[in-house]
């Protein structure tokens, strides 16, 4: 069974640029969410899907969104970007969280704002 | 509001000892689930055991045991004679029953076992 599949696995972009990341999760799994990892801050949410639809949303600014297709895969789009959005982003998918399954993580987009 | 605290931030001990890593949590939900993940330098999450509120059972898998008190609210994870590949960062995590999708993180302890 293949795991859950993030892409790219790096991005170098500058300031201002905007991106898109993709995540395909676990064969079965709807539910896919979004964490963003940096040394200072560790692993934050973003945001959380279910079915195609945003069921949960972490404390981050308009410019991050996301959304999922109806085959579960998911894509997050960062505008206008930062330096400090320079981070991994995390991709994790599970049955349902619904019922506080265990995630099944990627291993991730390294992202760097220059 | 959820929050997990995990104080040790780096640990480093030599191959065979036996280390605990600390994990301290706060939830007001009464149903509740602790996990504990592993991220070694490839960057991908494992996960490693998950505990309900209601079960305050230690859990031994192999080398690894959990214990979870929730008199202190805390489950802690020891790793018994260490090995080289236990090196990696350790999250403790925490989902509510009210925010279920909406796993909340400790910040992690770096573990490195030395030869």
């Known amino acids: 069974k293949a795991g859950v599949t993030q892409t790219p696995r790096y991005l170098i972009k500058t300031r201002g640029q905007q991106v898109t990341l993709s995540c395909s999760p676990i064969s079965g799994h709807r539910s896919v969410s979004w964490y963003q990892q940096t040394p200072g801050q560790g692993l934050q949410f973003l945001f959380e899907y279910f079915s195609e639809t945003q069921r949960n949303k972490g404390n981050f600014p308009g410019r991050f969104s996301g959304r999922q297709f109806s085959n579960s895969r998911s894509e997050m789009n960062v505008s206008t970007l930062e330096l400090g959005d320079s981070a991994l982003y995390l991709c994790?998918?599970?049955?349902?969280?619904?019922?506080?399954?265990?995630?099944?993580f990627g291993s991730g987009t390294q992202l760097s704002v220059l | 509001a959820q929050k997990v605290t995990q104080a040790q931030t780096e640990i480093s001990v030599v191959e065979k000892e036996d280390v605990t890593l600390d994990c301290v949590y706060e939830?007001?939900?009464?149903?509740?689930?602790l996990f504990w993940y592993k991220q070694p330098p490839s960057g991908e999450l494992v996960f490693l055991i998950r505990r309900n509120s209601f079960d305050e059972q230690n859990e031994i898998s192999g080398r690894y045991s959990w214990n979870f008190q929730k008199s202190t609210s805390s489950f802690n994870f020891t790793i018994t004679a260490s090995q080289v590949v236990d090196s990696a960062v350790y999250f403790c995590?925490?989902?509510?029953?009210?925010?279920?999708?909406?796993?909340?993180f400790g910040d992690g302890t770096t573990l490195t076992v030395k030869p």
């Open positions: 994790a998918s599970s049955l349902d969280l619904a019922t506080n399954e265990k995630l099944f």
């Open positions: 939830t007001r939900d009464t149903t509740y689930y």
């Open positions: 995590a925490l989902s509510g029953r009210t925010n279920a999708g909406k796993s909340t």
